[in-house]
């Protein structure tokens, strides 16, 4: 799969979207804080990611000083274990490792972004067309 830039249109075909990424903030369920609809909401608050993703350095660039735990099964405990109130990863995988560690129903998720995934073909072959 491959994200779609205006760049790359000169010599790639897309699909239709096939899969999608939607990052934001997990949450304990019974936590009170506030609803972030920006990551710049979260700059000051106590914030962690998972070190090496791109979540982590998005942390950093608002200024934020976040936990770096090393996986997100890690992550998912500390934030269970109120080590702090906002966990930056993406929903589609972390919400399969929760269900994977038995915490399901114990986290809200609030939703910052979302990209879009399709299939690529390059254009330099001959009958790329009739797969696209």
Not at 54 to 69: K, N, T, V, Y
Not at 101 to 108: S, V
């Amino acid at each position: 799969t491959c994200a779609h830039r205006p760049e790359r249109e000169a010599y790639i075909l897309y699909s239709d979207p096939i899969s999608q990424f939607t990052s934001g903030f997990f949450v304990r369920a019974d936590f009170q804080g506030i609803t972030p609809v920006q990551l710049s909401e979260v700059a000051d608050l106590s914030t962690a990611s998972v070190g090496g993703y791109e979540s982590l350095r998005e942390l950093q660039d608002i200024g934020a000083s976040p936990i770096e735990a090393n996986d997100t099964p890690a992550a998912i405990k500390m934030l269970r274990k109120e080590r702090f109130d906002y966990l930056y990863v993406g929903r589609e995988t972390t919400e399969f490792i929760i269900k994977q560690l038995g915490f399901e129903g114990e986290f809200h998720f609030h939703p910052i972004k979302t990209a879009l995934f399709y299939m690529c073909f390059s254009k330099k072959y001959r009958g790329v067309e009739k797969l696209h």
